[in-house]
């Protein structure tokens, strides 16, 4: 689907109960060029509050079973920049309607690729219905 802009993007996102904890991602892409290049934000077993920050302070690449939050920028397949311990963010839910499906915030973060190179990303919202 194109946007006024002109790029085409795609977005995947759920927040669903499993095992009696919330799992939430969310992966923006554009897929203008005939590259993809994606955005994605996860938490996992933390129960998402409107009005409250989450810490995106792991690497869901190394470990795909933790608790709290992560930020990835994918520019392609081969380089994916993370968040860890020492490279952070913050994502801020500003509202979730479980009854509606509809999760809606803001987030930024900072990334580190398997080279040592760092990635900013800022001012990132979303309003989505999962």
Known sequence: MANPAG???EVNCFYQLQGGEYFFTMAFSDL???GVKTVSLQTQRITLIAGQTYMLNKNSK???DFTGGAGSYFPNVQNIYCT?????????????DLQKSIISGTFWFDGVNSSGEKV????GRFDWNY
Do not use: F
């Not at 860890?84 to 979730?96: A, S």
């Not at 900013?120 to 001012?123: A, L």
């Open 7 to 9: 790029n085409n993007s």
């Open 120 to 123: 900013e990303v800022r001012e």
């Open 84 to 96: 860890n311990t020492l490279k952070t963010g913050e994502i801020k839910i500003t509202r979730i």
């Open 32 to 34: 203008r060029g005939g």
């Open 62 to 64: 190394d470990d795909n």
